[in-house]
Structures are given as C-alpha cells and as structure tokens.
C-alpha cells in the first residue's frame, strides 16, 4: 500500500489496542502502543531510501528483505527495545504484540497489490503479488480517515475500528469475487493462456491485464467481466546474441528482469552501436508502456548509457541514456 494508508493504519490500530485492557489502563502503555503500531506501519518501507541511489537498487530490494520473515521478527523487537527506554514500566509483552501485529499487516496488506513482496523470504525469493487490491486504495483510505475522524470526535475507538476492519474484510472478499469474474472473462476469449496478470486500478471494476500465451502477449483492460484486448505481441524467446549478452551484463537491465515477468523486446542499430530496449506491459497508460529498461551500447558492445523506470516522454530517455553508468 501507499505511504499514506500505512500512516492511518498504524493510528487505526493503536485505536482498536484500546481493546486490550493492559494498554488502556494508563496513558503511557496507550501513547506508547500508539507510537508502537504507527513506527510498525512504516518500518518495513525504510528500503524506500535506496531510491535515492538508483532504480536498479530500488527495483531489486524494495519490498525484499524489509518485509521478509525474519525482518517481520525482528522490527517488533526494535521497536519495543528502543520505546521501552522512552516509556520505562511500559508492559513490554504488549508493546510487543501490538507493534508486530502492525509489522505483519504492513506486510500482509502489500501482498495484495500487483507489486507484492517477497514476504516468505528467505524459504522462498519468489514475489507474492495477489493482483486484488490497488497501492493506493480510495475506499480503504476513506474509512481509515472517517474512523480516525470519529475517534477524534468522542466514538469509542476500539469498538470502531472493529467495526471499520470487519467491512474492510468483506471489501476484500468483493475484490477477490470481482477478480475472479474477470479471469474467467479472459479465459472465455483467451482460452490458452499460460499465465494471467490481473492488475488492480484505483476504481473498483476497472482492471489492466496481461496474459501469456505460447505464441503471444496480449495487453487487455478489463470493466467488470467486458473484456477488451488493446495490443498484441508475437512472443519472440531473446536470442543469445552478443548483442543482447552484452546488454544483459547491465546492472538496470538485469534489475528490470528480475522484476518483470511479461515484457517485449527490441535491438536497434543506430550509428555508432546499438540500442537494446525491454519494455514492461503490465503497465499500459494512455497507449503509453512507461516502465522499461533501455541500454545503450557502442560498436564494441561497450555499455555507454542505461536506464531504467518510468518513461512517459523521449528526452527525458535521452538525457537518462547520456549518463554513462556507474
């Protein structure tokens, strides 16, 4: 989920602590479970930071080991360990409990967006991604904020944010129900398709997919159960080339394919050496695929510029590809 999402989430679940008779029974065990569930809502998302050094670090580790088994583990006990010298006679027990229940649904809930985690690190490398529920979510957000409201007008937090959580529940059951009807859908039009990508979008019924057939890819929406196929691509294996080994060797090159499971790709030759391009399809905007990884090599297939994110226009590729890389 979103940056802010996460925040309401962590003041919604110091709410509901008020449930636990320990926490209530006295400011500091309540203002320091709250500052628990609101640190353990956000800690996961520390690895944001590697933005600021390059994509490919980004690509490669966001949603990784911050949010594996272990990490999910060991942030309640950072957690508590530092709150308890702020807060001295505090019930660590349940400072504990109520920081890795915050923790665990961080984590939790971002396995139901497109993007996923690597959450069963480190038995498994494998990014979980459900595909159900959109990074930021309008409804989920909303009832977050209207009970964040209530609470700061008199209504009695425990008791609400129950209540907002069992709706959200069933808010996750419809999303499932819709997401089926919509695989369905595909396999109606698309019957031999390999392996299906059902993206979420901010509106409810409004779906991006791609599918994975032997001989193609096809980049289809989705309103409800209408289906509608906008490209298809002839699925060509990567030759293995010196061209595209050399290519390969690059860091944001070898970042985009870790990460991207369904993308075209092309080689062009240009004067002074080559342009190597793999573009993601899961992410179609306006006939735009914005996500790619491009290489630039020169006639002795040296690595001369590469990138790779979101491109919505030319010169800003041109000017990413004018860096040499480090």
């Known amino acids: 989920m979103d940056t802010g999402t996460h925040v ?10 008020t449930l636990d008779p320990v926490v209530a029974q006295d400011a500091v065990h309540f203002h320091s479970v709250l500052i628990a569930t609101v640190l353990g809502s956000q800690a996961p998302d520390i690895d944001t930071v ?12 966001h ?5 594996s088994v272990p990490a999910v583990l060991l942030w ?7 709150l ?15 920081s890795f229940l ?16 690597q959450a069963l690190r480190p038995f498994t490398y494998k990014w979980v991604a459900l595909g159900v529920i959109n990074t930021f979510d309008p409804f989920i957000f909303t009832i977050h904020v209207i009970g964040l409201v209530a609470w700061a007008l008199g209504a009695q937090p425990g008791a609400t944010f129950l209540a907002m959580y069992f709706i959200i529940f069933l808010y996750y059951i419809a999303k499932f129900l819709a997401r089926h009807d919509v695989k369905k859908a595909v396999l109606a039009i698309i019957p031999d398709a390999e392996n299906i990508i059902i993206s ?5 019924n409004q779906w991006k997919i791609a599918v994975k ?17 906008l490209d298809k691509f002839k699925r060509l294996p990567v030759p293995e080339n010196d061209i595209l080994q050399a290519a390969k060797q690059d860091k944001n090159l070898s970042a985009f394919l870790s990460f991207s499971p369904v993308y075209s790709w092309q080689v062009k030759e240009y004067e002074g050496g080559y342009q190597v391009r793999f573009t993601d399809l899961r992410y179609r905007t306006n006939g735009h695929y914005p996500f790619v990884a491009v290489v630039k090599l020169n006639q002795d297939l040296e690595i001369t510029g590469s990138y790779t994110g979101w491109i919505f226009n030319k010169d800003k590729l041109k000017k990413k590809l004018d860096v040499v890389p480090r």
């Open 8 to 17: 309401v989430m962590g003041f919604a679940l110091g709410g509901l602590a």
């Open 50 to 61: 590697l933005k600021f050094k390059n994509n490919a670090v980004y690509i490669r580790n």
């Open 63 to 67: 949603r990784g080991v911050t949010h």
């Open 76 to 82: 309640p006990l950072a957690i508590t360990a530092v």
């Open 84 to 98: 308890s010298i702020f807060f001295p006679g505090t019930d660590a027990l349940h400072l504990w409990l109520w």
């Open 102 to 117: 915050a923790v665990f649904l961080h984590v939790f809930v971002d396995i139901f967006n497109a993007y996923g985690t």
């Open 200 to 204: 979420p979008t901010i509106r409810f």
């Open 213 to 229: 057939t032997k001989d193609a890819y096809y980049v289809a929406k989705a309103y409800k159960s209408d289906i509608t196929v």
